[in-house]
């Protein structure tokens, strides 16, 4: 399911693709699962979602050597400079966080207080 994405940090001039919504049975599952490479190696942490470093981005904003076109508002299609993607809107009980050089993971959240 997905909605539009109203937040602040999409870039004004940008295509914002709609944003995800995740139920907990979707975090759950998505939070468990075990990636692993080509090759069949499985990643050394569970629940990864996606990469920082590919093109496009899994999240965030990606901007095109002259531009892209994009569905616009009245329908036909609109250039835009890049695209945004936003990251999901998740349960509660579950939070996304960076893995340094892999790129994004989800998780059960933990109180450290």
Known sequence: MTQPYEGDDA??????HPQEIWDEA??????????TDGLGTPYGFRGYI??????????????W???CCRPGPSGSDKWY???FYPKP???E??????VPTWGWRIKLRTDNG
């Open 11 to 16: 870039p004004k001039d940008c295509y914002c």
């Open 50 to 63: 996606g990469s920082s470093f590919s093109v496009p981005p899994k999240f965030g904003t990606c901007r």
């Open 65 to 67: 050597n002259g531009g």
């Open 93 to 98: 009980d579950y939070e996304i966080v960076h």
């Open 81 to 83: 400079p890049g695209e």
């Open 26 to 35: 979707e975090c759950r599952k998505r939070a468990r699962h075990l990636a």
């Open 89 to 91: 809107a998740i349960h």
